[in-house]
Structure formats: structure tokens, C-alpha cells
């Protein structure tokens, strides 16, 4: 059974860079189509990005070309580094794990949740 921790979240200027972390145990996270989510106070989950089994990235049109999600097998670390942060990206970063879906990993069902980061963009 898939088990994640988190880490990397804190608070951040504008502009400012952030790396995200989600080291997993129990399973091998290659095996799984993976992925960012985000939630911020109100709202409901939304994706970020996600790497599907065959190496297919997807990314949200709100982060593409500020964000970047890696996959290290040899760690089973997730990554998620995320750089020209804005207010609109403060929000609760958790990392996820699902079946491989064959129309890709945003279509995806996650069934495997780390338990969040707080990331919090203020000057």
C-alpha cells in the first residue's frame, strides 16, 4: 500500500521558487500514473500536473511554464518544482498515485494521497 510524505511547502515572495517533495513507500511509484493536486481555501481540488507510466507529462494551463514535475525511480520521489510563484498559487499541494488510465494521466482516478503541504505566496 502506497504511502507518501510531504515536504517543501512554507511561504514564498512573488517571483519567488519553490521545490515540493513526496517520497513514497510501500509500492513503486513508476508503477502508478502520478500526480500534483492543489486546493486552495474554498475551492476544491484542482490538478497541477501529472506523469503517466509511459513518461506523458500534463500540466494545467494556470502553471504551464512555471511548473515542473519530475518522477526519481531510484528515490520513488515525486518532485514538483514550482518557480515565478503569484498569490493565486497559495493553496494546500498534495501528491498522488492512480492506475494507469489509457487517455492519459489527467483522466486518471488517485486513490493514494499524501497528506499535504501548505504553500503560501505573500509579500
Known amino acids: 500500500q502506497l504511502q507518501f510524505v510531504e515536504s517543501g511547502g512554507g511561504l514564498v515572495q512573488p517571483g519567488g521558487s519553490l521545490r515540493l517533495s513526496c517520497e513514497a513507500s510501500g509500492d513503486i511509484l513508476a508503477d502508478y500514473d502520478v500526480a500534483w493536486f492543489r486546493q486552495a481555501p474554498g475551492k476544491g481540488h484542482e490538478g497541477v500536473g501529472c506523469i503517466s507510466t509511459m513518461g506523458f507529462i500534463w500540466y494545467a494551463d494556470s502553471v504551464k511554464g512555471r511548473f515542473t514535475i519530475s518522477l526519481d525511480t531510484a528515490k520513488n520521489t515525486l518532485y514538483l518544482q514550482m518557480d515565478s510563484l503569484k498569490p493565486e498559487d497559495t493553496a494546500a499541494y498534495s501528491c498522488?498515485?492512480?492506475?494507469?488510465?489509457?487517455?492519459?494521466?489527467?483522466?486518471?482516478?488517485?486513490?493514494?494521497w499524501g497528506q499535504g503541504t501548505q504553500v503560501t505566496v505573500s509579500s
Open positions: 498522488a498515485a492512480g492506475a494507469s488510465h489509457p487517455d492519459g494521466c489527467s483522466r486518471a482516478s488517485y486513490g493514494a
